[in-house]
């Protein structure tokens, strides 16, 4: 590597030359400790317990790739590995010869199971940061929420838990992956949900085997020894439990994250409601339903549904968001829930539920509370605006919220009082809406696969239309439970479920999925109007055109409010639509129209995208 012996001996000296060096710069130090060189000492030092912080952190992961966890410890490398790495690089050679050894994984349940006393700190967080008892010092004590009909946050919290999802491990999201690629290239509804002579049954049996065809090949192409032990020399009906749990991972994958598996979805329901059948599951021999897998199901097989009525579930759940706040903040909050979801689960581990599994519940329940500030909050923040810039017995000049109908498109009339109060009811049913998604979902789910259905086309194509009395009853208690705040309701009160306006639970789920995307953009598009006036010819642009950054704001929430109210959304001219899913169809055709309003270039200014997560062209 060095070329010949002369060039070598030269790499050498110099070697040992700059050793030497530093033997006599270490010397000199130790002898003159209050010189000049003190400040390189002190950085000389912090470099080495760096140093031994990140060997630390390294410790336990294979020396060739170094992101994985060692698995396996080879005698002659005197080196740990990885599965993957120790067999590519012991694969040839003398090497193959090597001894290698598995490494001892210690296992947490002996000391999980110790309660730590209440004024205990432990030693290391779930991320592996130290937490001594003067750190925790300054931290704000723990608010305890109490919601209208739970005494405290952990009762709350432990009925909320029955709707919510567990998160995904890595197992199951590879299982998803191969889940995914099956639906996409599946023809299911192409092919079942047609007018044809043939027999239903047979085409169904037919789309539902090639399906699990479809997920064999893929989990034996991706996983050889793990394909083998399931279909080798086996039926369908041998692996019942493994397609019951690859769909039902595809159902909770769905309600944790709404944006994803947007087509995919609509085949997998409509396959498990074809498989839920008398006649074909008797003719497939196997059953493709189980029940979602949810926090308090999860815990409750495990004897553990006490660590949802602690008082530090508020803490260990609880998303932390800058909003303005000091980084100093912002880590105590950490520090305090790493604290709160350390000692609950050392707390209330058992021989049937490990410390791990006890943190994925916490993190679940946490993504709830995020998904609640992305779908649930926009609705908060719009109703904020209109309380703001308009009040209902006085409309300000050029911002006045009454429409009449045949103007604009509009098919409803109101005084601005009226409409005032319109759009604030239908917000505010909005938001309680988003807040019992999750429970309004697992209805659905529920409807889908326990009713029957027929095919009718519906003006959209052909629908299947099928009753739904479980998401019907819930809506109509939420909308008894708005109109009680609002005192008077204006509009119909009709819910459309099992019509030709809403076929189906599915595509009611879908239609209400759909409010925080009409709304974030838009907030995001007002929030940020500040930010770009800073520039000087943007700045000069709002103020000739619109008055001013609060004359822009003002336009662009009159607007919404005036023309996504406006009751168009009816399936018809005749109809106004003021029911409470033309509500939300007449916010959507705002949002058709968006790239005719004299503000659209404001929108494109702030980086808005579309309604849909789609690039705008």
């Given amino acids: 590597m060095w070329g010949n012996d002369a060039d070598r001996k030269h790499r050498l000296e110099e070697i040992l030359q700059r050793e030497d ?4 710069d270490s010397d000199n130090e ?21 140093l031994v912080a990140a060997m630390a952190v390294a410790e336990g992961f294979c020396v060739e790739c170094k992101d994985q966890e060692s698995f396996y410890s080879c005698e002659e490398c005197a080196e740990d590995f990885c599965e993957v790495c120790y067999a590519m690089l012991h694969r040839t050679g003398n090497r193959v010869r090597h001894i290698k050894k598995e490494i001892f994984k210690p296992n947490e349940n002996n000391s999980a199971t110790l309660e730590l006393p209440s004024n205990s700190i432990s030693e290391s967080t779930s991320k592996g940061s130290s937490l001594s008892g003067e750190t925790l010092i300054d931290l704000p004590e723990s608010k305890v929420i109490v919601s209208s009909g739970s005494s405290t946050f952990g009762d709350w919290v432990t009925d909320r838990s029955k709707y919510i999802p567990m998160r995904l491990d890595l197992t199951e999201r590879k299982l998803l992956r191969l889940l995914e690629a099956a639906l996409n290239v599946s023809e299911y509804t192409d092919k079942v949900d047609i007018l044809s002579y043939t027999s239903k049954a047979k085409r169904i049996i037919h789309q539902i085997k090639d399906l699990c065809a ?14 083998q032990e399931l ?17 039902e991972i595809g159902r909770r994958h769905k309600i944790m994250n709404p944006e994803k598996m947007r087509s995919a979805y609509g085949k997998l329901m409509y396959l498990l409601m074809d498989s839920t059948t008398d006649e074909i599951e008797s003719t497939l021999g196997f059953s493709c339903v189980t029940p979602i897998k949810t926090v308090h199901s999860y815990l409750e097989e495990r004897d553990g549904l006490d660590v949802l ?25 950490i520090r305090k829930k790493e604290y709160a979801i350390d000692v609950l689960s050392r707390k209330y581990a058992n021989e049937n539920l490990t410390p791990d599994e006890i943190k994925v519940c916490l993190y679940s329940i946490g993504d709830n509370h995020s998904f609640l500030r992305t779908n649930r909050d926009p609705c908060d923040k719009m109703l904020k605006y209109l309380t703001t810039y308009f009040k209902p017995t006085t409309a300000e000049e050029n911002f006045s919220l009454a429409i009449r109908s045949g103007s604009q498109g509009a098919r409803l009339t109101h005084n601005h009082e009226t409409q005032y109060w319109y759009i604030n009811q239908t917000l505010n049913l909005w938001r309680e809406i988003a807040h019992e998604m999750f429970y309004l979902w697992m209805l659905s789910d529920q409807d889908m696969l326990n009713n029957d259905y027929r095919l009718r086309d519906t003006g959209q194509g052909l629908q299947r239309l099928q009753s739904c009395p479980a998401v019907s009853k819930a809506m109509h208690t939420i909308l008894h439970k708005a109109q009680q705040k609002a005192g008077v ?6 819910i459309h479920l099992g019509d030709s306006n809403v076929p189906n639970a599915f595509l009611f789920i879908d239609k209400y999925n759909q409010v925080a995307r009409i709304l974030n953009p838009i907030i995001l598009t007002l929030e940020k109007i500040e930010d770009i006036a800073k520039d000087e010819g943007i700045n000069a642009y709002i103020r000739d055109s619109f008055g001013g950054v609060t004359n822009l704001r003002k336009m662009i929430v009159c607007d919404f409010f005036r023309m996504a109210f406006d009751g168009s959304g009816a399936d018809n001219f005749f109809s106004a639509g003021s029911c409470i899913d033309g509500r939300l169809t007449s916010a959507w055709n705002w949002c058709s129209q ?24």
Wanted: charged content about 30%.
């Fill in 489 to 494: 309701w204006v509009g119909s009160s009709v």
């Fill in 309 to 333: 009525r602690n008082d530090l579930v508020a803490d260990a759940t609880k998303e932390i968001i800058a909003d303005g706040r000091s980084r100093h903040q912002i880590q105590q909050e």
């Fill in 21 to 24: 060096q530093l033997d006599s």
């Fill in 594 to 617: 968006i790239e005719k309003k004299p503000f659209f270039p404001i929108f494109l200014l702030t980086g808005f995208t579309g309604f849909d997560g789609e690039t705008w062209s």
């Fill in 30 to 50: 130790r002898d003159h400790p209050d010189g000049p060189d003190d400040r390189q000492e002190s950085e000389t030092k912090q470099m080495e317990e760096e």
């Fill in 214 to 227: 479809i997920i064999s090949g893929l989990v034996v192409a991706s996983d050889y020894r793990r394909g």
């Fill in 231 to 247: 279909f080798a020399e086996k039926s369908f009906e041998d692996n019942e439990e493994f397609f019951q749990i690859i769909f």
